[in-house]
């Protein structure tokens, strides 16, 4: 079994943002940070996800059973019931089923801020690398 737990955070709306990662199993604890562009805070939550799938895939982690848990209502409702309102959405919902095409199970979770800490921590350091990087390119 794997847990995963997401976050991101964005300065504006849309604004710089950043992804924040843990990976949980048996015998795995990773914690990960990525910067990511200018995007809408709910743009950055299902980027955070699709990070998150995306390395579980590459690193050929156990899928058996994977649990991801995330504070953003929008990506936990949208992939629960396979569908979004807003099509911009429904394109991200496609990148997950992609890559989850393979789990034995995969169930996603909302879960209140106060219970996903450390991946917003993560999700903030993601973000203060993404600003350092656009300031790093606005004086070159």
């Not at 737990?5 to 604890?29: E, H």
């Not at 995007?39 to 899928?63: G, M, Q, S, W």
């Not at 921590?121 to 690398?129: M, V």
Request: charged share 25%.
């Amino acid at each position: 079994m794997l847990k995963i737990y997401t976050d991101a955070s964005t300065k504006g709306n849309p604004g710089p943002s950043g992804a924040g990662i843990i990976l949980l199993g048996d015998g795995l604890y990773e914690q990960l940070h990525f910067p990511l562009p200018i995007l809408t805070n709910h743009e950055a939550e299902f980027e955070a996800v699709i990070l998150a799938l995306d390395y579980v895939n590459k690193r050929d982690l156990p899928k058996q059973t994977v649990f991801l848990f995330t504070d953003s209502k929008i990506v936990a409702q949208t992939i629960e019931k396979e569908y979004s309102k807003q099509a911009c959405f429904n394109t991200y919902l496609e990148k997950i089923h992609s890559l989850t095409k393979n789990y034995e199970l995969f169930l996603c979770k909302w879960i209140p801020e106060s219970q996903n800490k450390g991946a917003d921590h993560l999700a903030r350091q993601g973000l203060n690398k993404a600003r350092k990087e656009l300031n790093d390119e606005r004086r070159s």
